[in-house]
């Protein structure tokens, strides 16, 4: 089996912000093939970055506005050797714009492969529950993870 890292982001106490964080929690429960590593990255792009270092696939799990309703779930592939998204598409990290540091990023050596699933969120604000929408999307994001692996 491939080495993958599921890494999940955002921020656990600003509501769907979290979802990220939410799904990893689920998936360290579910028993995994050893390969398959799980990692909170929180809101630090940097140790998202290193936690896909010499991986052979990375799966990064994120709220992400898309433009559709809420609990929305997306796919998109991210190619770092030719500097895009498919389709384009800019994910933030909380002011940083994740892509930009993946290629800046040489001293790691960065998965052939990163896929982002990402959760179109209802409400970002100051709690530690999901929106009952992204709650609702969540058995589906867990459940493309798994198809990802």
């Known amino acids: 089996m491939k080495s993958v890292s599921v890494i999940g982001i955002g921020n656990s106490i600003m509501g769907d912000d979290g979802v990220g964080i939410h799904a990893v929690l689920k998936l360290r429960e579910m028993g995994l093939p050893a390969a398959v590593e799980i990692f909170d990255a929180g809101t630090d792009a940097f140790y998202a970055i290193e936690a896909m270092d010499g991986k052979d696939k990375a799966i990064i799990l994120d709220a992400c ?49 990163i896929v982002l ?33």
Do not use: Q
Not at 120 to 149: F, G, Q, Y
């Open 65 to 113: 506005k898309g433009g559709k309703s809420s609990g929305t779930v997306y796919r998109f592939i991210c190619d770092p050797i030719h500097e895009k998204w498919e389709p384009a598409f800019g994910l933030s990290m909380h002011g940083m714009n994740f892509m930009d540091i993946m290629i800046t990023s040489e001293a790691f050596k960065l998965p052939p492969e």
């Open 117 to 149: 699933l990402g959760v179109e969120p209802e409400k970002i604000d100051w709690s530690t529950e999901l929106s009952p929408k992204v709650k609702e999307a969540l058995p589906l994001l867990i459940e493309m993870v798994i198809r990802e692996l």
